[in-house]
C-alpha cells in the first residue's frame, strides 16, 4: 500500500489494548428534555464518550479496517454516504466535520478516491489519539478552529453531540464548500431541536435530535439548497436502531437521515 498515511501501530496499539466493543446494542436513550442544560444535569454532569479508549479503539479498528477493505465498513460497523456523493470530483478537499479517527478518509481512499486535502475537525482527545500519526492529504484540526476553503464539508454522526449547529455553521460559512453532507443525522421533524440522554457502555452523555426546519433554515441563510434527503440504514449487521417508545408521538424517528445541501 502507497497511501499510508496513519500510523497503522498507533493504531494496532490500541486495538490491542481496549477491549473492542462494536455492537451498539446496549444503547439506551432515556428522558426528553427541551434543552441541552436540563439533560445534561440528568446526565450528571460532561461527561465525553468520545475521549474514553473502549471508543477510540473503536474508531481505530474501523479505520484500519476500511483501509484493507473498503467493504468491510460499508457493511458492517458504520455507513457512509461520501464515497458515493464524491464521485465524479477530481482530488476534491474535505472538511470532516467530527470525523474521528478519519476511517471515513481511509474508506475513500481505499475504494480509489484521491482527495487534495482531507482535513478531520475534532475534540483534544481524538486528536491527541489520532493527529500524532496523520499524513498529508490527512490532518487534523479542533473543531472551534479557523478553516480555509474546502470543496466539500462532510459530517456523519456528529452535530448531535453539540449543543447546537452553531459551530458546524461556523466552519460552513469560513470554509465556502459547494457541497454539504451531512450523514447518519439524528434528526426531528419538530421546528425545535429536543434532548435525551444516551447512555453507551455504562457511559450517559447528552445527545440532540436536530431539527432538519432549523438546519435546513440555516443552510439556506448561507446559500445553500437541500437537494437530498434520505434514510442510511445500519439497522441490519448488529447495529439496531434504539427504541423510542417512551418519547412522544411526533418525536419518534425510525431511521437516522442523511442531506445532500449544495450552494445555490
Ligand atoms: C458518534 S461519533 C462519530 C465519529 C465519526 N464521524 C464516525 O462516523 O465514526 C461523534 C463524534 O463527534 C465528535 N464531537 C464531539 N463534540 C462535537 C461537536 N461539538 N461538534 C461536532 N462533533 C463533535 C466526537 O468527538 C466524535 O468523534
Known amino acids: 500500500m ?28 432515556a428522558g426528553q428534555f427541551d434543552d441541552w442544560a436540563s439533560a445534561a444535569a440528568e446526565a450528571g454532569g460532561g461527561s465525553n464518550p468520545f475521549g474514553l479508549s473502549s471508543w477510540l479503539t473503536r474508531q481505530g479498528k474501523l479505520a484500519l479496517e476500511a483501509r ?18 464524491l464521485a465524479g470530483l477530481s482530488r476534491p478537499s474535505v472538511l470532516d466535520f467530527g470525523g474521528g479517527s478519519g476511517w471515513v478518509f481511509e ?10 486535502k482531507y482535513t478531520v475537525a475534532e475534540v483534544a482527545a481524538v486528536i491527541k489519539a489520532f493527529g500524532a500519526g496523520a499524513r498529508p492529504p490527512l490532518d487534523f ?5 479557523t478553516f480555509g476553503h474546502y470543496d466539500v464539508v462532510y459530517s456523519n454522526s456528529s452535530i448531535q453531540y ?9 466552519a460552513i460559512a ?18 425545535i431541536d429536543w434532548f435525551t440522554v444516551q447512555v453507551n457502555s455504562d457511559v450517559p452523555t ?56 449544495q450552494i445555490a
Open 107 to 116: 474508506r475513500a481512499t481505499s475504494g480509489g478516491l484521491v482527495f487534495s
Open 68 to 85: 484493507r477493505d473498503p467493504s468491510l465498513t460499508l457493511l458492517s460497523q458504520r455507513p457512509t454516504v461520501l464515497p458515493f456523493a
Open 174 to 191: 469560513e470554509s465556502e464548500p459547494n457541497m454539504v453532507l451531512i450523514d447518519e443525522l439524528l434528526w426531528s421533524p419538530l421546528d
Open 206 to 261: 447528552v445527545v440532540r435530535f436536530v431539527s432538519t426546519q432549523i438546519l435546513a433554515e440555516q443552510m439556506h441563510t448561507l446559500g445553500y439548497r437541500l437537494v437530498h434527503a434520505g434514510a442510511i440504514c445500519p439497522i441490519a449487521h448488529g447495529y439496531p436502531f434504539p427504541d423510542m417508545a417512551s418519547f412522544g408521538k411526533d418525536r419518534r424517528i425510525r431511521h437516522r437521515l442523511s442531506m445532500l445541501f
Open 2 to 29: 502507497s497511501d499510508l498515511t496513519h500510523d497503522a501501530d498507533v493504531w494496532l496499539q490500541l486495538v490491542n489494548n481496549g477491549a473492542v466493543e462494536c455492537n451498539d446494542g446496549n444503547r439506551v436513550w
Open 141 to 145: 484540526v479542533p473543531l472551534d478552529g
Open 162 to 170: 453539540a449543543q447546537s449547529n452553531e459551530l458546524l455553521v461556523r
